[in-house]
């Protein structure tokens, strides 16, 4: 038996029209929650991943910044960009797209970012914070993660996740927030010995390695829910995940696709961590 689609857009909307209830009581209150967002240099998929961002804000009725800085700016010149938005109190969110241009410190410039404004999680403080507790901004890609699974009613308590990927943005901020719900993790990665033996004990798989149809349908446990995390091109440059899945449908329980899985939840928990910071640094909210 097939296995059960889990939709991303649909879950997406839904909670966002969550976070909009939240977000239009500030606006009652007259207070727009407000996101900038840093681009420098013209890689083609930033572009579409700060469009879409943008789109989002305007969606729920938000205020948008939108700055665009060539590619060889020097690294003063963006700190000051980041720190202007760090004293502006139209900004609640502050994010630089990455990648960074190599001559820029990607670590450098998220640590300048004032942590209470750093709606995409990044900062130490806020990476910290998830450690040893709750983190008032969680990592978005693994944040939509965990509520889509929330909103399938797939239960986390007692179950094996498995997590291949060890990445600042996706895999260890994801192994966290399981372990917090209970679950027992496994993280693994693209050069684990006998990867398959590790996902096929997988109640919960988690892919984030960021290679083409990586994961097989034989590597998946019968009735498994697998999450594929990988936005990559094949060969035809077609859009794909880490899992190959028309081989994993055949297998396990509920699987996201590629696209329209993750990628919508990414997005929206970027907006409500924007709204969550409006909130706590105009004093109505943790």
């Not at 910290?128 to 986390?156: D, H, N, Q, R, W």
């Not at 396990?252 to 939840?265: H, L, Q, R």
């Amino acid at each position: 038996m097939a296995a059960h689609i889990i939709d991303g857009k649909t879950i997406a909307q839904q909670v966002r029209a969550e976070w909009k209830v939240r977000a239009d009581a500030l606006k009652a209150r007259g207070i727009t929650p407000g996101m900038a967002v840093i681009i420098v240099g013209n890689d083609p998929a930033s572009r579409v991943y700060v469009a879409s961002k943008v789109k989002a804000c305007a969606e729920l009725g938000l205020y948008s910044k939108h700055i665009e800085l060539a590619g060889d700016i020097s690294e003063a010149t963006l700190l000051g960009e980041v720190e202007a938005l760090n004293n502006d109190p139209k900004i609640h969110g502050i994010l630089v797209q990455l990648p960074l241009p190599e001559h820029l410190a990607s670590h450098k410039v998220i640590e300048a970012i004032n942590p209470d404004k750093d709606v995409d999680g990044f900062h130490e403080k806020n990476v910290g914070a998830l450690v040893t507790g709750e983190t008032p901004f969680p990592s978005c890609t693994p944040y939509g993660v965990m509520v889509l699974l929330e909103k399938t009613g797939i239960s986390i308590e007692g179950k094996h996740a498995v997590v291949v990927g060890r990445s600042n943005i996706v895999g260890k901020p994801m192994a966290l927030m399981l372990l917090h719900k209970h679950a027992t993790v496994t993280i693994c990665t693209s050069r684990t010995q006998d990867l398959a033996k590790h996902t096929r004990d997988a109640d919960i798989l988690v892919s984030a390695v960021g290679k083409a149809n990586f994961i097989t349908g034989d590597m998946v446990k019968p009735g498994a829910t697998v999450i594929d995390v990988g936005i990559n091109r094949n060969a035809e440059g077609k859009l794909v995940g880490d899992v190959d899945f028309a081989s994993a449908k055949e297998v396990a329980g509920y699987i996201t696709p590629v696209p329209g899985g993750v990628g919508p939840m990414t997005i929206t928990m970027l907006v409500a961590n924007t709204v969550r910071a409006a909130e706590r640094l105009s004093g109505f909210g943790k």
